[in-house]
Nanobody, 119 residues
Framework: QVYLVESGGGLVQAGGSLRLSCAASGRTLSIQNMGWFRQAPGKEREFLGAINRSGETTASADSVEGRFTISRDNAKNTAYLQMNSLNSEDTAVYYC????????????WGQGTQVTVSS
């Protein structure tokens, strides 16, 4: 079992920045990828990007390319999502998820953290 807890969300003005954290506990050594997703009201969940244990990241979604950066601290079992140049379209609930070695799906999810960007 893996437990994920996101933090760092909140209200920010357009153009501002936030850094989200995702702390993992449990079978953390079995985590291969940590992914970030978001879901805005009335929209489908969007994959933002992921990072593996070696620190390699996937290509970011076009909507956040060049503005969002994913990083990971294995010693702290924590993944981060640095978000810059935020705009109102970034308002959503943000989730982190863990994909275990040998699995193709993200099996473990955090509870989500709300990010609201005011214009």
């Amino acid at each position: 079992q893996v437990y994920l807890v996101e933090s760092g969300g909140g209200l920010v003005q357009a153009g501002g920045s936030l850094r989200l954290s995702c702390a993992a506990s449990g079978r953390t050594l079995s985590i291969q990828n940590m992914g970030w997703f978001r879901q805005a009201p009335g929209k489908e969940r969007e994959f933002l990007g992921a990072i593996n244990r070696s620190g390699e990241t996937t290509a970011s979604a076009d909507s956040v390319e060049g503005r969002f950066t994913i990083s990971r601290d294995n010693a702290k079992n924590t993944a981060y999502l640095q978000m810059n140049s935020l705009n109102s379209e970034d308002t959503a609930v943000y989730y982190c998820a863990a994909r275990m070695w040998g699995r193709s799906d993200y099996d473990y999810w955090g509870q989500g953290t709300q990010v609201t960007v005011s214009s």
